[in-house]
């Protein structure tokens, strides 16, 4: 069904009427020109082709181009210069949804991490070898030089810069979410009843070395289970139903 956008830049908001989307649990980032590009979170594979799953709008709405970028999309973030950075779920890397089963291609995402040009093809994918293999990308950040990942089943924090990816020390199993300023980190959420738990420290520190505490809202009350949490270079975003809330990463307990 056709709808809105609600846009938000420099400390001014706006409302983008776009066509008819179809993009299931979608991600919506930011283009060059005050585009936005929706990629949804499943794109099923048939004989007749995969479904299209992201979709790039101009700024007045107008759609420039589609695409599938996989199965699977756990995160999704666009640079300034207008490519896509995509972490997948364990089905996306080793495949659901047609993908991977009897006549069906392998998943896009079997690396588990890629990144796509503008024209939304494949610029790169994760060099996997037999110390980093990524199972589950379970938290991405872009901070405009540098992604940033948290990773199954090792966990350590990946560094990916010029095309090149490291795996730093530090660690936090089951985070959700995290923010970096490339010294300091801090992951965010975990399994179970640990949705809500904070840890803070250095890239090179061991999971024994953090801070752990909890998030809250304004009020000291509980983070609703419900709330989506991004993290966005040193700033992570929070979204409980129609409140969007931020704190910086200098702002977190340490």
Not at 154 to 179: N, Q, T, W, Y
Request: hydrophobic content about 40%.
């Amino acid at each position: 069904m056709a709808g809105s956008v609600v846009v938000q830049h420099e400390g001014s908001t706006r409302l983008m009427p776009i066509p008819e989307t179809w993009a299931s649990f979608p991600t919506v980032q930011p283009l060059p020109d005050g585009g936005v590009l929706i990629v949804g979170s499943r794109a099923q594979w048939t004989p007749g082709g995969p479904e299209q799953n992201a979709e790039a709008f101009d700024a007045n709405g107008d759609l420039l181009r589609t695409a599938c970028v996989g199965d699977g999309v756990a995160h999704a973030r666009t640079t300034a210069s207008g490519e896509l950075w995509v972490g997948y779920t364990d089905e996306g890397v080793y495949g659901n949804m047609g993908w991977g089963w009897q006549e069906g291609p392998a998943p896009i995402g079997s690396p588990g991490i890629l990144r796509f040009a503008p024209t939304l093809e494949v610029a790169w994918e994760f060099p996997a070898t037999r110390e980093m293999v990524i199972d589950d990308c379970y938290a991405m950040n872009w901070d405009g030089k540098r992604l940033w990942a948290s990773y199954y089943s090792d966990f350590r924090l990946l560094a990916i810069e010029d095309g090149k990816a490291s795996s730093l020390k530090s660690s936090m199993p089951g985070a959700h979410a995290l923010v970096t300023n490339g010294t300091e980190v801090a992951y965010v959420g975990g399994y179970r009843d640990e949705y809500d738990r904070v840890a803070t420290g250095r890239t090179d520190d061991d999971a024994k070395d953090f801070q752990v505490s909890r998030l809250v809202m304004p009020d000291g009350s509980e983070l609703p289970r419900e709330a989506s949490i991004v993290g966005h270079a040193n700033e992570l975003h929070v979204f409980a139903g129609t409140r969007w809330l931020r704190v910086d990463l200098e702002d977190l307990p340490d």
